[in-house]
């Protein structure tokens, strides 16, 4: 499983972004994935989850202000975070599982459920 993110960049106080995350795999649409941040000198947390059914779950963070969906044509995962703020200020992290861990818990916001991760992309809010 490859996962690739891109969108990341500086955008001022208020402002939106689109993250995406390209995966390539083989039952991508067949589980759920998610989007994570880590700022400096903090642990990474969930931000958002999406299962097979597009059901999404947002951190309280991201409540009214970042939408996650998915298009399992093109195995590419979306985060779009709006309204954002200099403590969304983070480098964002795609994560997805498969068959792998299929005995952990499905918990879209835990790290533990996910055993594929990309590079991040970083986001910087001034």
């Known amino acids: 499983v490859q996962l690739v993110e891109s969108g990341g960049g500086l955008v001022q106080a208020g402002g939106s972004l689109t993250l995406s995350c390209a995966a390539s795999t083989y039952g991508y649409s067949e589980e759920f994935m998610g989007w994570f941040r880590q700022a400096p000198g903090k642990a990474r947390e969930g931000v958002a989850g999406i299962d097979s059914d597009g059901i999404t779950t947002i951190a309280n963070s991201g409540k009214g202000r970042f939408t996650i969906s998915r298009d399992n044509a093109k195995n590419i995962l979306y985060l779009q975070p709006n309204s954002l703020q200099p403590e969304d200020t983070a480098m964002y992290y795609c994560?997805?599982?498969?068959?792998?861990?299929?005995?952990?818990?499905?918990?879209?916001?835990?790290?533990?459920?996910?055993?594929?991760w990309g590079q991040g992309t970083q986001v910087t809010v001034s």
């Open positions: 994560a997805a599982r498969d068959s792998a861990v299929a005995d952990v818990p499905r918990t879209p916001l835990s790290m533990y459920s996910y055993n594929h």
